[in-house]
């Protein structure tokens, strides 16, 4: 969040400034809108980056949104083509990027709807929702000005509040609490398959006499807390983000495994050496947009060459790494197969052993996702290494 840029508009005659609560950049252009500004009208200065400060009542700034997206979802007409002429064939690189320059585009427009925030997190619109406690926990306490937020990132943190409050269950934990508590920018845990891998894959023998994992990236933390439930004595947790060593600290303590994980900031890897070494890096190397984004997008694959290339130095003798893995890399043509399995072997390693499973979120089933093809042929893998 950039709170320190300042968002400059004009009110019944007199400048006003707030600070700018969100990720990408504000609108250099900001208009007062409210109950009587007309869809097409809204989405058209949406469109030409213009940003609208809602001053109407909340809940009909929540309809001029669904509006906008009803816009933006409705099928462009098609020009006439001739009778020879044929769709040019799209590779799945050129239709993976021509899709997220879309959801950019998409997400520009949407978040030009936008909501004046008090310095205690209020809103003074009509039948306008609490949200303190939602941005309290996103961004911690005011810093005693105002601030403007789009209405779609001010629903995002309402959304983060619901699953840390009420939690995700995660079956591959055990015991009587199953449920991780993501927070405000951490990625949450809904994939379950990757987290089974985990619970299902056979333990190194190493750890019999050295019980020790790291898991790196840790997130929510709940590889770690799979590992603990499965006996590993002591697992150390890295991360580089304050925001996921804290959720992970949190979803520790509600578990009462603080005792067993200890968690440090660092990139990468811990000191020392684990028998086992547990990672899910990000699954696909395109550059982040967001904080969100950043647990699935990694420009260059950067934290996954990382890993492989530090692994052997920090395996103990018949220690083991886990790298969790998506193919959708390749069937969407950013990566190929050899280009991994070369870093392996570059990295001194050897593949001990692969599980696979595939995938059981609704978009693998979407046949109305662009990218349906290589969702629906993906495969997740947690591929054994060693030395």
């Known amino acids: 969040m950039n709170q320190t ?15 700018w609560r969100a990720e990408h950049t504000p609108p250099k252009r900001v208009v007062l809108a409210d109950d009587t500004l007309a869809a097409d009208t809204a989405y058209r200065l949406a469109c030409e980056g213009t940003g609208l400060l809602w001053k109407g009542d909340f809940q009909n700034a929540r309809l001029l949104l669904q509006a906008m997206v009803r816009r933006l979802d409705k099928p462009a007409k098609r020009k006439t083509r001739g009778k020879n002429q044929a769709d040019a064939p799209v590779d799945p690189a050129t239709g993976f990027h021509a899709h997220r320059l879309a959801q950019s585009q998409r997400s520009r427009v949407l978040n030009s709807l936008l909501i004046e925030l008090k310095d205690d997190y209020s809103i003074a619109l009509r039948r ?20 403007v937020v789009p209405l779609r990132v001010l629903q995002g943190l309402i959304g983060a509040h619901e699953w840390r409050k009420n939690g995700v269950e995660v079956a591959a934990l055990g015991g009587t609490d199953q449920r991780i508590h993501p927070h405000y920018g951490v990625f949450s845990p809904v994939r379950g398959e990757y987290v089974d891998l985990v619970a299902k894959a ?30 590993v004595e002591r697992v150390l947790a890295t991360d580089m983000s304050d925001r996921a060593l804290s959720c992970a600290k949190d979803n520790l303590q509600r578990l009462e495994l603080t005792g067993q994980v200890e968690l440090l900031k660092t990139d990468v890897f811990p000191p020392g050496q684990a028998a086992l070494v547990v990672c899910n890096p990000p699954w696909l190397p395109a ?18 060459k990382g890993f492989l290339a530090g692994l052997a130095s920090h395996l103990c003798p018949g220690g083991e790494g886990w790298l969790i893995l998506s193919d959708l ?10 280009e991994l399995q070369g870093w392996i072997d570059e990295a001194g390693l050897k593949v001990l052993g692969r599980l696979d499973t595939q995938p059981r979120h609704p978009k693998a089933q979407d046949a109305t996702d662009p990218l349906h ?15």
Not at 10 to 15: A, L, M, R, T, Y
Request: net charge neutral.
């Open 5 to 19: 840029t300042p968002l400059n508009w004009e009110e019944n005659g007199k400048q006003r400034t707030a600070s």
């Open 128 to 147: 306008a929702p609490d949200v303190k406690q939602a941005c309290n926990e996103a961004w911690g306490r005011g810093d005693g000005q105002n601030g």
């Open 202 to 231: 056979p333990l190194p023998a190493a750890l019999q006499s050295t019980s020790l994992a790291f898991d790196i990236g840790t997130g929510t933390g709940v590889l770690s807390a799979v590992l603990v439930r499965r006996g």
């Open 287 to 304: 550059r982040p947009t967001s904080l969100l984004e950043q647990a699935v997008y990694d420009e260059g694959s950067q934290m996954l």
């Open 329 to 338: 890399a390749e069937h969407l043509g950013l990566r190929t197969r050899a």
């Open 373 to 387: 093809a290589a969702r629906s042929a993906e495969v997740t893998s947690l591929w054994r290494l060693g030395v």
